[in-house]
DNA sequence: GTTGAAAGACCTAGTGA
DNA sequence: TCACTAGGTCTTTCAAC
């Protein structure tokens, strides 16, 4: 497949690089039978045209205070300009809020919070969510096993 | 916050590593006023007790061929073991489902599946998702916008 | 676009304090 | 935990193909 002016070359290393960031130039050249110099400035490259937005450690969230996942759908009073961008504006301050999704459909946003557990949640839900203006119902659902979770994308 | 015997500097370490896992070990040191060789030992032990999972590129989804993202509520006929390992098993063999959760409440699954546009959605849809066996109702919501959207768990 | 080499930076393990 | 050392590895640049 050839795309965004990225050829297979380039596809293949971002395919490597969204599965394990911390492969070496040198492991990267082996698996794709290229040189380093090669392998270098591709990446150089796809990460200068934002290709590549970052590199993060995934942690492993039930050894850490973050055993609790929880989906909420959220419906606004109104859609109008004001409200949703003070929303959005303030829906992403709170740490708890790892994602915060405007939506089609019968809710207006789908928002991805961690706390440690239910009592965490329910402290989050009162004394921050709801405290935003606007908002007309809060429709929370809870993770109960995570059978797939992974941040690459189908290239 | 101490933490399944971590110290502070270990908590301190875990917030930079999954915001910015390109950070050098030496770049950490002058960050948290500790040794190389201290800052070394402690990433070390934290990926052999598995508090780091692994590390990941975050690609650039709208410059790929990965525009549309979707939820979908997935409920199932019935709730036996092998009903629900089966489902598990296949959806998670999909390169397009990015996540997998069984839930609470009113439906059984959430999936989030990355596709290029709606068509390739339908396609999957059609011709993957709902081949599976079990399936009563597939409810899906599209992202029409990304407020917020990281990878880091509040610590 | 690709290569190979060279210089510099970094990682890693070890020591003694 | 720190400071220091040293060998090995990796990154980054650059001239040349």
């Known amino acids: 497949m ?3 002016n990225l050829d ?3 596809i293949d290393i971002l395919k490597l690089l969204q599965k394990d960031a911390s492969l070496t130039n040198k492991e990267i050249c082996y698996k794709l039978n290229k040189s380093i110099g090669t392998i270098h400035q591709r990446i150089q490259r796809l990460k200068d045209e934002g290709f590549i937005l970052r590199t993060v450690a995934i942690l492993n969230r039930k050894k850490l205070n973050t055993s609790l996942i929880a989906f909420s759908q959220v ?5 109008t300009a004001d409200t949703l961008n003070t929303f959005e504006r303030e829906v992403a301050k709170f740490p708890e809020v ?4 405007q939506m089609t459909g019968t809710f207006d946003f789908l928002l991805r919070i961690a706390t440690s557990d239910m009592d965490a949640y329910h402290a ?4 921050k969510l709801a405290t935003l203006p606007n908002i007309t119902t809060v429709q929370s659902f809870f993770v ?4 797939k979770s992974i941040t690459a994308y189908p290239l």
């Open 144 to 147: 109960l096993s995570e059978t």
């Open 2 to 4: 050839v795309l965004n």
């Open 98 to 101: 790892m994602e915060c999704f």
């Open 75 to 79: 419906l606004l009073n109104d859609h």
């Open 8 to 10: 297979q070359t380039d």
């Open 124 to 127: 989050f839900y009162r004394n």
